[in-house]
């Protein structure tokens, strides 16, 4: 049986990615930053399967004692602040987490179990402005937002740390990826949701930032599997995992909207506050070396993503709606 860290479980790809791991049997140990209020939604399902520790990314101390408990063969490093616009006002936060706190978790690995196969969650974010089209694992970085220069510092010290100590590490550069466990301040996750809440009557407009930007849109459960797969190889490397085709916030809008059979234009509203000091305009990712060496191909369409998500928040949302009736009426 083979055993894996991951950090950043209770989050969306952490979520996916234990499903994967202990559907192939391993035993799966999850790094958990306390909180006030639970956070385990996402992995509710798989709670009782994962062996929790208690860490912080950005506390080594933390990090040595869980690899130390629990001897792994495989670390998957996906915890980070991981949201572009929160990186603008919380620069530091970010670079403390989203930067630094690599080179916490490769330390851990080095001094305690070195032959450990280290995966780095790197970002399409690192592009940023648009050098190359389109983008792939020798494309110069060029990161718009603290977030971005951020992993762009996560990325090279794990290339560093691969090339100094020898280290089974790899950085997957991943374009974006979505599903209904999305955090709701993600555009795709916003539109779904909103567009489950105006159908059910419940909201009646949604405030947007830069409609024109243009996504690389995946499904998570698809990407965790390309995570796998790099950890899987005789060589470690670095590799773009991406769908190939590019769609705009506005297109999103359409698709979302048009699903339920509205309109978005009668909806959506610009609101600056949503408009960031610095865009990536343009990510479209080329991910033929993972086609190549790894097999791996994304299977969802992003129609078909949008859907799926969009059929997800109305049933979560019918499912709240019922449960306040049932409240109001009990109260009455
Ligand atoms: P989420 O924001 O859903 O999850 C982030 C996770 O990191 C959460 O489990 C969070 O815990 C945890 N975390 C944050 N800070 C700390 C800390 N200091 N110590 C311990 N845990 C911490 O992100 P995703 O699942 O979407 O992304 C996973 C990784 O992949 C991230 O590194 C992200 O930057 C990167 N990435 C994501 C892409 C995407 O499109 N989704 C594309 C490319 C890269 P808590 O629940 O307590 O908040
Ligand atoms: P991104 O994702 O910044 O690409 O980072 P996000 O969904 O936040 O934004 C995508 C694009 O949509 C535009 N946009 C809006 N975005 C949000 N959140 N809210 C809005 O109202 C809105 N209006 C327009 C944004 O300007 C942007 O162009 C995600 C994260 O998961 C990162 O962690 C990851 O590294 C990258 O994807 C690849």
Same mark, same amino acid.
């Given at each position: 049986?083979?055993t894996?860290l991951?950090?950043?479980?209770?989050?969306q790809d952490?979520?996916y990615? /234990?499903?994967l791991?202990l559907?192939?049997?391993y035993?799966?140990y999850?790094?958990r930053?306390?909180t006030?209020t639970?956070?385990y939604?996402n !992995?509710? @399902?798989i709670?009782?399967q994962?062996e929790?520790i208690?860490?912080d990314l950005t506390?080594?101390?933390?990090?040595i004692?869980?690899?130390?408990?629990?001897e792994?063969?495989? %670390?998957?490093?996906l *915890?980070?602040?991981?949201?572009? *616009?929160?990186s603008w006002p919380?620069?530091?936060?970010?670079g @403390?987490?989203t /930067?630094?706190s690599?080179?916490?978790m490769?330390e *851990?690995?080095?001094?305690v179990?070195?032959?450990t196969?280290?995966?780095?969650a790197?970002s399409?974010?690192?592009?940023g402005?648009?050098?190359e089209?389109?983008?792939?694992?020798?494309?110069p970085?060029?990161p =718009?937002?603290?977030?971005?220069v951020a992993k762009?510092?996560g @990325?090279?010290i794990?290339v560093n740390?691969?090339e100094?100590f020898?280290?089974?590490?790899c950085? $997957?550069i991943l374009?974006?990826h979505e599903?209904?466990r999305?955090?709701?301040?993600f555009?795709t996750?916003k539109?779904?949701?909103a567009?489950?809440r105006?159908?059910l009557?419940?909201?009646h407009?949604?405030?947007?930032?830069?409609l024109?930007?243009?996504r690389?849109? $995946?499904f998570a459960?698809?990407y965790v599997?390309?995570?796998?797969l790099m950890l899987?190889q005789?060589?470690?490397d670095?590799y773009?995992?991406?769908?190939?085709?590019? @769609?705009?916030v506005r297109e999103?809008?359409?698709?979302?909207?048009?699903?339920v059979?509205?309109?978005y234009?009668?909806?959506? !509203?610009?609101d600056p506050?949503?408009?960031?000091?610095?865009? %990536?305009?343009?990510?479209?990712?080329d991910c033929?070396k /993972?086609k190549?060496?790894l097999?791996?191909e994304?299977?969802?369409?992003f129609e078909?993503?949008?859907h799926?998500?969009?059929?997800?928040d109305? &049933?979560?949302? =019918?499912?709240?709606m019922k449960?306040?009736?049932?409240?109001? &009426? /009990?109260?009455?």
């Amino acid at each position: 049986m083979k055993t894996a860290l991951i950090t950043g479980v209770t989050g969306q790809d952490g979520s996916y990615l /234990a499903e994967l791991l202990l559907s192939k049997g391993y035993k799966v140990y999850g790094l958990r930053r306390r909180t006030s209020t639970p956070n385990y939604e996402n !992995v509710r @399902h798989i709670h009782d399967q994962i062996e929790w520790i208690s860490g912080d990314l950005t506390d080594l101390a933390s990090l040595i004692e869980a690899v130390r408990s629990a001897e792994p063969d495989e %670390v998957y490093n996906l *915890a980070a602040q991981s949201y572009v *616009a929160a990186s603008w006002p919380q620069p530091l936060a970010t670079g @403390h987490m989203t /930067a630094l706190s690599v080179t916490n978790m490769l330390e *851990a690995v080095r001094i305690v179990k070195p032959n450990t196969r280290f995966y780095q969650a790197s970002s399409s974010e690192m592009f940023g402005k648009v050098v190359e089209t389109p983008q792939k694992e020798t494309t110069p970085f060029y990161p =718009r937002s603290p977030y971005g220069v951020a992993k762009v510092y996560g @990325h090279w010290i794990t290339v560093n740390y691969r090339e100094s100590f020898n280290l089974y590490a790899c950085s $997957g550069i991943l374009f974006n990826h979505e599903s209904p466990r999305r955090g709701l301040e993600f555009v795709t996750r916003k539109v779904t949701d909103a567009v489950a809440r105006i159908k059910l009557g419940l909201q009646h407009e949604l405030r947007m930032g830069n409609l024109e930007a243009l996504r690389d849109w $995946g499904f998570a459960g698809d990407y965790v599997k390309a995570m796998w797969l790099m950890l899987q190889q005789n060589e470690p490397d670095d590799y773009v995992i991406s769908t190939g085709e590019t @769609h705009s916030v506005r297109e999103l809008l359409e698709v979302a909207f048009s699903y339920v059979d509205l309109n978005y234009e009668d909806y959506v !509203v610009i609101d600056p506050k949503f408009v960031r000091p610095a865009e %990536v305009d343009l990510l479209l990712g080329d991910c033929a070396k /993972a086609k190549q060496n790894l097999g791996w191909e994304p299977e969802i369409s992003f129609e078909k993503l949008i859907h799926m998500m969009i059929d997800e928040d109305l &049933k979560r949302v =019918r499912a709240e709606m019922k449960y306040n009736d049932a409240l109001s &009426k /009990a109260l009455i």
